[in-house]
């Protein structure tokens, strides 16, 4: 068994890599992380999914390629000039609502719950941790990937990236699987 991207990559992957290239944007997740958000939005029928972090949209992408029809996602990125590649690529998906705010102010200000929450962002990652982990329904599932050390971490990131997986990894309240795979992936589903 090989890791490997079954169901084939979705529609708009190679368009928004590219011009997430042509940004000189580097943050997009890796194609592994990406299948898993796929299979992971394809079992949240009626779901509604949180991503902090649309960056240019390929996770956002990868999301909507899994979601079911009646399942709804509302991706959030405090960057006009990346979130417009996702918005262009994207905008003909009804299910897709895009914002441009803080993802801490977002975190703060959220009603209702989340079924699954992508958090590729500093807002629900490294801080507001806890508003975004509180916004889970029964069953909902957080995920983190870049959790192992990337080229692109600024300097003095691998002991706040070490600290926050060994918080997520002693969450009460959650079951918890950490992957040594893809950047660096941890899934947390609350009981
Ligand atoms: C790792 S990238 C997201 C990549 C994207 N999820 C993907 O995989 O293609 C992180 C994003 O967080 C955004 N960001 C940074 N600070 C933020 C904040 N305070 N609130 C919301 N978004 C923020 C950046 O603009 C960037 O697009």
């Known amino acids: 068994m090989t890791s490997t991207v079954t169901g084939g990559l979705p529609p708009a992957y190679h368009r928004i890599l590219a011009r997430s290239q042509d940004l000189q944007f580097s943050m997009n997740s890796d194609v592994l992380t990406g299948t898993l958000l796929r299979s992971l939005a394809a079992s949240k029928p009626g779901g509604r999914i949180l991503e902090l972090g649309?960056?240019?949209?390929?996770s956002t992408c990868w999301l909507l390629d899994g979601m079911p029809?009646?399942?709804s996602l509302v991706s959030v990125d405090i960057d006009a000039t990346f979130q417009t590649v996702a918005r262009d690529e994207l905008r003909a998906d009804a299910r897709?609502?895009?914002?441009?705010?803080?993802g801490g102010d977002y975190l703060t200000d959220a009603s209702g719950s989340f079924d699954l929450i992508f958090a590729d962002a500093w807002p629900g990652k490294f801080s507001h941790l806890?508003?975004?982990?509180?916004l889970l329904a029964p069953g909902g599932i957080y995920l983190v990937d870049d959790m192992l050390p990337q080229p692109n971490w600024p300097a003095g990131h691998a002991p706040k990236a070490d600290a926050l997986a060994a918080h997520l990894q002693a969450l009460p309240g959650f079951a918890v699987t950490t992957f040594q795979w893809s950047t660096g992936v941890i899934?947390?589903?609350?009981r």
Not at 54 to 58: D, E, R, S
Not at 187 to 190: G, H, L, M, R
């Open 54 to 58: 649309t960056g240019c949209g390929l």
């Open 69 to 71: 029809s009646d399942a």
């Open 96 to 102: 897709l609502t895009l914002v441009r705010q803080d």
């Open 130 to 134: 806890d508003e975004a982990l509180g």
């Open 187 to 190: 899934v947390c589903v609350k």
